[in-house]
């Protein structure tokens, strides 16, 4: 691996110009570990085909003066609807790892949304964006821990750090098939840890993005006699002042049961396709949850955003908002702190000329009328 130089390149002008020279600098474990998706890797591929593939249709000469990418719901305030996705272990592609993260997604009004497998400890990340005056909303992301004593001693932790929200991830009970890891035998290296995890009873959770060994034995006895439940969700929601958000929920009833049970809101994701091959791409599966919780619920997507024409068409589909994952992480790997700076940039730019292109002035304008309902390529 090829330290980050913490410079630029001078051809870099999209997310996909990181992701290039993030796979020529990461070692080929480390690009398995952060590319790869579950088995043959064919919903990895259908998140960002499923963007693609969604033609806009243009609108001209609407006013778009006052325009602004602000988002303004209950529940969810933000400067632009760009967060940034909870990643494991980023230690492992530069040494500052979140914390780098942090300071950019701060600098760039980014939401961010902290691993519970960072592999620095939380109340650092906190301290060091808490006080910005730009920053967008500071999450910490949850896996429900074998012992609920254990998930409260983190709930609590993220409380007194002064994290905003607490999102819950749901869609991993167990590890994926992750072949392509397995096939280039990555393994943790010794210096990066889920610090903030020491001392705690992990169940099957953290395998869906450690370096666990393959699928776990005994999945039925062992690791799914402590995955989470509704019942979990109920005890949680008790047990946090946080508003609690749901990650990894695809299925419209439970999306209606997670709004049942007081949940603040929820993102629809498949784990950047890592969990379960071959489900659909979050796209797919977005409007029908958006419908099935209603106009003013607060509903976020992931999976396969790479553009700001992406950003656009989430929004178009019901999203408030949307999270990326690994381009953060691409961005990293190549230019540390300004690196990740300077990709949420290009996406948040990208994001406002498709706004103009379609005719909205702010995210609130946009609806399905900017999809066209031709077909884009033949
Ligand atoms: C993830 N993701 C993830 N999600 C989560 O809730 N907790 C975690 O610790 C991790 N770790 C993680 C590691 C790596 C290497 C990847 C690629 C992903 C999933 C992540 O939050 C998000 O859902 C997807 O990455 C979104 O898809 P894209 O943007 O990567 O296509």
């Known amino acids: 691996m090829s330290p980050a130089t913490g410079r630029i390149p001078p051809d870099v002008a ?21 590319q790869g998706g579950a088995a043959d ?85 906190a301290e060091l964006v808490l006080g910005e005056a730009e920053r967008g909303p ?25 994290f905003e929200a607490l999102v819950l991830t749901v869609d991993a009970p167990v590890q994926g098939a992750r072949d392509a890891e397995r096939r280039a035998g990555f393994r943790l290296p010794a210096d990066v840890r889920a610090v903030n995890l020491q001392g705690l009873a992990l169940p099957g959770m953290a395998a869906a993005d450690a370096a666990a060994p ?17 019942s979990d969700i109920a005890w ?37 396709g890592r969990v379960l091959d071959t489900m659909p791409a979050t796209a797919a599966l977005l409007p029908a949850v958006r419908q099935a919780v209603g106009p003013e619920w607060p509903v976020l997507v992931d999976g396969g955003i790479r553009r700001g024409t992406d950003v656009l068409k989430a929004l178009a589909l019901g999203a408030d908002a949307v999270l990326v ?3 953060h992480v691409h961005a ?15 996406l948040r730019d990208e994001f406002e000329i498709a706004l103009a292109l379609t005719g909205c002035a702010t995210p609130a304008e946009v609806s399905s009328a900017v999809l066209s309902s031709a077909v884009l390529t033949s």
């Open 14 to 34: 999209s997310l996909a110009d990181y992701e290039r020279h993030a796979l020529q600098r990461l070692d080929a474990a480390r690009v398995a570990w952060l």
């Open 214 to 230: 393959g699928l776990a034995a005994g999945l039925c006895g062992g690791l799914l006699a402590h995955a989470p439940t509704w």
């Open 138 to 162: 500071l999450w910490f992301q949850l896996y429900a821990m074998a012992q609920r004593e254990h998930t409260l001693q983190l709930v609590q932790r993220a409380e007194a750090a002064g």
């Open 332 to 346: 990293l790997a190549v230019a540390g702190a300004l690196g990740v700076a300077h990709a949420i940039r290009l």
């Open 236 to 272: 949680l929601k008790a047990h946090t002042r946080l508003p609690l958000w749901l990650k990894g929920i695809t299925h419209p009833l439970d999306a209606q049961q997670a709004q049942a049970l007081g949940v603040d809101g929820l993102i629809v994701s498949n784990h950047g």
């Open 325 to 327: 994952g690994r381009p």
């Open 41 to 125: 890797g064919l919903t990895v591929q259908a998140n960002q085909r499923a963007w693609q593939g969604l033609p806009l249709q243009p609108r001209v000469l609407r006013p778009l003066a006052h325009g602004h990418t602000r988002i303004e719901r209950p529940g969810l305030r933000l400067p632009h609807p760009i967060m940034l996705a909870p990643v494991a272990y980023l230690r492992l592609v530069h040494p500052d790892g979140e914390l780098a993260t942090a300071m950019a997604a701060a600098a760039q009004g980014a939401g961010l949304v902290l691993s519970t497998q960072a592999s620095v400890p939380m109340e650092r990340v």
